[in-house]
């Protein structure tokens, strides 16, 4: 499986898989996930992680030509996953029993998938999470729209330290969202100035926010939608 030029393939839906797709992919987990999935008591939460390991592999093989087993994934020393072998970019997410699964060879990416329900102290979390020009925008939303709009901006927020590969550990309030279009950002940490040298593309539905943050300047932000359904 190819790129387009300029394009960030986004493979988004259901985590789940059967009881078939589960036995027959299992095994070419490594040894180390298959551990980790024996580690999770709750049969919910392993199956999940099994669901999600193995999409992640079978797309990352078909795009590399070779066996899922053969994937080598390794993480970086804030947990970020990448592959050994330079080339292909890919970053993850799951929220709500959505999967979204970003992938280009383009540069490092981020992804965030949150599904939109109400939480508590979303006003402390705001105001601790959020810069003061996000505070603004988000209490002008009337109340219809307030909770799309917190978990818009987080969204934004946590696939943009994600991208940087550092997490929530780099200050989501060091990172300041452009709120007119969600297309940018109008402060970053000085280590990942300028600003105009990362993408920024946000999207939401009546039940999940989602975006993707890409550090390339120079290109517009291509992405093409894939589904799981066409790998199993």
Known sequence: MAFQPNTIDLWIGSHELSDHHL???AGFLSPEER?????????????QYLSTRIKVRKVLATYLGIAMQDVEIVHN???????????????????????AMAVTDIAEIGIDIEQVCDRKLLDSVAERCFAKEELAYWR????????IAFFKLWTAKEAFVKATGRGIALGLQDCVIDCREFKGFIDLPSEYQPVSG?????????????SLVLNCPKIPLEIERKSWQIMF
Request: charged fraction near 25%; hydrophobic fraction near 35%.
């Open 35 to 47: 551990v980790k999935a024996d580690s999770f008591k709750r049969m919910p939460i392993r199956r």
């Open 140 to 147: 002008r939303q009337p109340l219809a729209r307030r909770l």
């Open 198 to 210: 990362w993408k920024l593309n946000a999207w939401e539905d009546k039940s999940f926010c989602c």
């Open 23 to 25: 036995k027959q992919y």
């Open 77 to 99: 020393a804030y947990g970020k996953p990448a592959l050994k072998s330079p080339g292909l970019f890919f970053n993850v997410s799951h929220s709500g029993g959505q999967l």
